[in-house]
């Protein structure tokens, strides 16, 4: 059976907490603010060290949802839900139904779309049980996967940040770091192998990244160590900033 609990968090109009044993669910939703309309954010399943590593995370990414929608001129708040699981192993339909139970309960003040560790199919899950979810399966009218948008939008950003640092777009021959190689990042990597990077510095997991590098780039991601990626990145940061 689904249990909520709600928590007091200043300067967030609502922090819920939900726990199914049954379909093993353990989730947070944040709701930030809905000045300008319901709050939208999408589910984070992550393997959390502990319930308040997943509602610090669940705190920060529903604030930056409220200025992003803002900053937009969308008529949205921010929201976030994360989930404390293993999306390559702790998946079920029991566990998405039940989240889906728990946005209900919301009663529309947050709406449910795609982070990492989920995919449409999730969201088709979740769908059964409320109508306050988007990014569901094309199939069943919803957008689906956002990441090669959102992968778009971050090579604009790369753009516009090549151009005040050189004065151009142009990106032959530069080395860029990434912070992981998911969808998003996967998606990115193919849209910057196309504008001619030369080189990629990726922190990831070796067979994730074995599994998921771009083909038919004319370079090879190569991992390193999450201290030499955060030093890279940072020297290359200060030649600018």
């Known amino acids: 059976m689904l ?5 007091r968090v200043a300067g967030y109009e609502k922090v819920v907490i939900g726990k199914d044993a049954e379909a093993k669910l353990h989730a947070v939703i944040a709701v ?5 309309g319901p709050s939208l954010g999408g589910v984070r399943m992550w393997p959390y060290a502990s319930e308040k590593a997943a509602l610090r995370d669940a705190l920060r990414l529903a604030q930056a949802m409220t200025f992003k929608a803002a900053v937009s001129g969308l008529k949205l ?14 998946k079920s339909r029991a566990l998405f139904l039940a989240l889906g139970q728990m946005i209900a309960r ?8 795609e982070d990492s560790g989920i995919e449409p199919r999730d969201l ?3 769908a059964e049980k409320t109508k306050h979810v988007t990014g569901t399966s094309p199939s069943r009218g919803g957008s689906g996967d956002p990441s090669p948008a959102t992968a778009k939008g971050i090579l604009i950003g790369i753009e516009a ?9 142009k990106l032959e021959g530069m080395t860029v770091s990434l912070q992981g190689l998911g969808q998003v990042g996967l998606a990115l990597a193919k849209l910057l192998a196309r504008r001619g990077v ?8 070796p067979t994730q990244l074995r599994l998921q590098q771009p083909r038919g780039a004319n370079w090879e991601p190569h991992q390193v160590a999450a201290a030499a990626a955060a ?3 940072r020297r290359w940061l200060r030649r600018f900033w």
């Open 161 to 169: 940040a090549s151009r005040a640092a050189f004065g151009s777009t």
């Open 3 to 7: 249990e909520l609990r709600q928590i």
């Open 32 to 36: 930030h603010n809905t000045a300008l």
């Open 231 to 233: 030093a890279a990145a």
């Open 198 to 205: 030369a080189e990629l510095v990726v922190k990831q997991q």
């Open 106 to 113: 919301l009663h529309g003040i947050y709406i449910a779309a």
């Open 77 to 90: 708040g921010g929201g976030k839900a994360v989930v404390i699981g293993d999306p390559r192993r702790d």
């Open 124 to 126: 088709d899950t979740v």
